[in-house]
Structure formats: C-alpha cells, structure tokens
C-alpha cells in the first residue's frame, strides 16, 4: 500500500483556479493508477477524474470534465488536480486514491486514500 497526503486546497472565488497535489510514498507508485474523489456536506463521495499509471490515459467525472486535469509526475510520485473555472458546487473535501479503476463507467478503488483537503468556492 502507498501512503497519500493531499495539499493545495483553499477557499477561492466562483471562476478561479486551484492545483491539488496528492504526493505518495513507496516505490511502487509508478505502477498505480490513481484518482481524485470529492464529498460534499451531506453527499455521498462521488468520483472526479481517473488516471492510468503511464499517464497515458485519463477519465473524468461529466459535472467536471473541460474544466478539470488531472496528471502525474511519477519521478516526484504526485498525481495532480488542476481544477479551472471552479463553481460553487464544487465546494468539497477532495480525496486522493490509488489503484482507481474504471470498468463500464463504474470507478473502483482497490487501494488506499489521502485524507483529504478542503476546496470551498466562493460565490
């Protein structure tokens, strides 16, 4: 299992921007796809972007695809979320995860998570 700790959070405008980063211990992290999840006050966890562990290969959420990025640095192990236009319904803690799978549009996380940071977006 790798470790995650998720930074970057913070409290923005409707409009703007933030990059969460998600760096990883262990060697193995190269290896691993990864993914980004978010849960708002009262929701269940919901999933925000996929990535493959080349980088290759990326799947993102409808309510935040064209507005969101995901990649990753497998030399630094860190998966990134740069995340544009933000509105106010993106307001959640957002998690990290690894071994993020996604089969028939249903994502799958067979591997450990961040413990999250806080996006509030301001209206």
């Known amino acids: 299992q790798v470790q995650l700790v998720e930074s970057g959070g913070g409290l923005v405008q409707a409009g703007g921007s933030l990059r969460l980063s998600c760096a990883a211990s262990g060697r193995t992290f190269s290896s691993r796809s990864m993914g980004w999840f978010r849960q708002a006050p009262g929701q269940e966890r919901e999933f925000v972007a996929q990535?493959?562990?080349?980088?290759?290969?990326?799947y993102y959420a409808d309510s935040v695809k064209g507005r969101f990025t995901i990649s990753r640095d497998n030399a630094k192990n860190t998966v990134y979320l740069q995340m544009n236009s933000l509105k106010p319904e993106d307001t959640a803690v957002y998690y990290c995860?690894?071994?993020?799978?996604?089969?028939?549009?249903?994502?799958?996380?067979?591997?450990?998570w961040g413990q999250g940071t806080q996006v509030t977006v301001s209206s």
């Open positions: 990535i493959s562990w080349s980088g290759g290969s990326t």
């Open positions: 995860a690894a071994d993020v799978t996604v089969v028939a549009g249903t994502p799958r996380v067979s591997g450990s």
